[in-house]
């Protein structure tokens, strides 16, 4: 499954998909998703998770600046605040959309 279009709306991301179904995920739901080991954290060899500790947003942690692809299988939004670290492949932006 494959975005065909990807659009910032208002406070959401409209994503197209191949099939022919559209998903809207909030901003703010897409950014507290992220993926990246800074924000998720990341695991030892041994299973033992490392993070970060949780912090507040600002205001400009829920703003777009940009979308890139990466390759053929994700994309990397970038946020207002300098955050563009996460890597969302399409599936898990796919799982993202469908939970309410």
């Given at each position: 499954?494959?975005?065909?279009?990807?659009?910032?709306?208002?406070?959401?991301?409209?994503?197209?998909?191949?099939?022919?179904?559209?998903?809207?995920?909030?901003?703010?739901?897409?950014?507290?998703?992220?993926?990246?080991?800074?924000?998720?954290?990341?695991?030892d060899?041994?299973?033992?998770?490392?993070?970060?500790?949780?912090?507040?947003?600002?205001?400009?942690?829920?703003?777009?600046?940009?979308?890139?692809?990466?390759?053929?299988?994700?994309?990397?939004?970038s946020?207002?605040?300098?955050?563009?670290?996460?890597?969302f492949?399409?599936?898990?932006?796919?799982?993202?959309?469908?939970?309410?």
């Amino acid at each position: 499954m494959r975005p065909l279009d990807l659009q910032p709306i208002g406070n959401e991301l409209a994503v197209k998909w191949d099939d022919g179904t559209e998903d809207f995920i909030t901003l703010e739901k897409l950014r507290r998703a992220c993926p990246c080991a800074g924000c998720k954290g990341e695991m030892d060899i041994l299973g033992n998770l490392y993070k970060n500790p949780e912090k507040p947003y600002a205001a400009s942690a829920f703003t777009l600046v940009k979308i890139a692809r990466v390759g053929g299988y994700a994309i990397q939004p970038s946020w207002a605040d300098g955050h563009d670290t996460g890597i969302f492949a399409f599936d898990y932006l796919r799982r993202l959309a469908a939970t309410k």
